[in-house]
């Protein structure tokens, strides 16, 4: 069975300079805000170019929280941040169905993993099927 050659494409194939400009304009105007840590906003802007994922580790006050934040509100995105505890329910992240008594039907109640940005702090203290409900939700 033959396969397909790969397409070459050289560097001048594609103009990328629109979006070299956009996530200049974005990074500097998160950087007001977030001071000293350039190398991890390119990291966490490229992730959210590419629907990836970071893990943000480091001690209490060192600004996670609010530069998730700051990027959300600098791209115009929903953010939601979801503290893990032991009595977290998975429905509690992926959102349940509620009976609504004027439409007569039931209502999907949508969970923080709906926002375009999410935090979740601690998850290692959450209940096994709880951590499960978002990896699950995250390789969706």
Do not use: C, W
Not at 38 to 45: A, S, T
Not at 77 to 102: C, H, N, V, W, Y
Request: aromatic residues 8%; proline residues 5%.
């Amino acid at each position: 069975m033959e396969t397909p050659e790969k397409a070459q494409y050289r560097e001048d194939d594609f103009d990328v300079t629109p979006i070299r400009e956009i996530a200049q304009d974005v990074l500097s105007e998160v950087s007001r805000v977030i001071v000293g840590y350039g190398e991890i906003l390119q990291h966490l802007f490229i992730a959210l170019l590419v629907n990836g994922h970071v893990l943000l580790e480091g001690v209490p006050g060192l600004g996670k929280t609010v530069m998730a934040k700051t990027f959300a509100n600098t791209l115009g995105i929903s953010f939601k941040r979801i503290q893990f505890t032991p009595d977290l329910l998975p429905a509690d992240i992926t959102g349940t169905k509620i009976f609504s008594q004027e439409e007569g039907t039931f209502v999907l109640q949508k969970g923080p993993v709906f926002a375009n940005l999410i935090l979740a702090d601690e998850i290692n203290r959450a209940a096994p099927k709880t951590q499960a409900a978002l990896l699950e939700a995250m390789a969706e």
